[in-house]
Antibody
Framework: QVQLVQSGAEVKKPGASVKVSCKASGYTFTSYGISWVRQAPGQGLEWMGWISAYNGNTNYAQKLQGRVTMTTDTSTSTAYMELRSLRSDDTAVYYC?????????WGQGTLVTVSS | DVVMTQSPLSLPVTLGQPASISCRSSQSLVHSDGNTYLNWFQQRPGQSPRRLIYKVSNRDSGVPDRFSGSGSGTDFTLKISRVEAEDVGVYYCMQGTHWPLTFGGGTKVEIK
């Protein structure tokens, strides 16, 4: 069965960077892309971007352009999302999701807290 | 960007009664390949989202048949025929036809 296992919770100071990982199993990694979605406390879901695990093509949300980078490592079936210049409003649970476009399968989420 | 508008925001339902959630998009979700990429997700309290319905009306494996999706173009509906206690949570529609992908704001289903 498809499983996505994400890295653990992070606490960062404003201005720092965070890199969250998402290790996939149970399917051929290059068959799906990986979406990243975040959820601020008590809020709804926000799509951050998508990366093709097949060729590395990316599509990022406009509001995060320049601050976010999504990558994949096909040798370990792992996707990464790096967010730079963190602000307090980046505090959220970050999810990865595997799918051809829309996320069909979801990771367990990674809480990133940005606080001075 | 395609705006996804869900209603209602909150839906108190009596156990065993039906529930219906509307999702409207600001433009047609029919893709040039003929498919309509509209999914429904359930997020129970404290859990990750889980896909229930894909491409408007296809129920995922393991999803009870009391859940059904319908609609076309810009107007979509998720129905629960008889609400059970385990259905409490927030339901989101999401479109995958146009970049950037966008979510509806969510509908919170709770038991009266």
């Amino acid at each position: 069965q498809v499983q996505l296992v994400q890295s653990g919770a992070e606490v960062k100071k404003p201005g720092a960077s965070v890199k969250v990982s998402c290790k996939a199993s149970g399917y051929t990694f290059t068959s799906y892309g990986i979406s990243w979605v975040r959820q601020a406390p008590g809020q709804g879901l926000e799509w951050m971007g998508w990366i093709s695990a097949y060729n590395g093509n990316t599509n990022y949300a406009q509001k995060l352009q320049g601050r976010v980078t999504m990558t994949t490592d096909t040798s370990t079936s792992t996707a990464y999302m790096e967010l730079r210049s963190l602000r307090s409003d980046d505090t959220a649970v970050y999810y990865c999701g595997a799918g051809r476009g829309l996320p069909d399968y979801w990771g367990q989420g990674t809480l990133v807290t940005v606080s001075s | 960007d395609v705006v996804m508008t869900q209603s209602p925001l909150s839906l108190p339902v009596t156990l065993g009664q039906p529930a219906s959630i509307s999702c409207r998009s600001s433009q047609s979700l029919v893709h040039s390949d003929g498919n309509t990429y509209l999914n429904w997700f359930q997020q129970r309290p404290g859990q990750s989202p889980r896909r229930l319905i894909y491409k408007v009306s296809n129920r995922d494996s393991g999803v009870p048949d009391r859940f059904s999706g319908s609609g076309s173009g810009t107007d979509f509906t998720l129905k629960i025929s008889r609400v059970e206690a385990e259905d409490v949570g927030v339901y989101y529609c999401m479109q995958g036809t146009h970049w950037p992908l966008t979510f509806g704001g969510g509908t919170k289903v709770e038991i009266k």
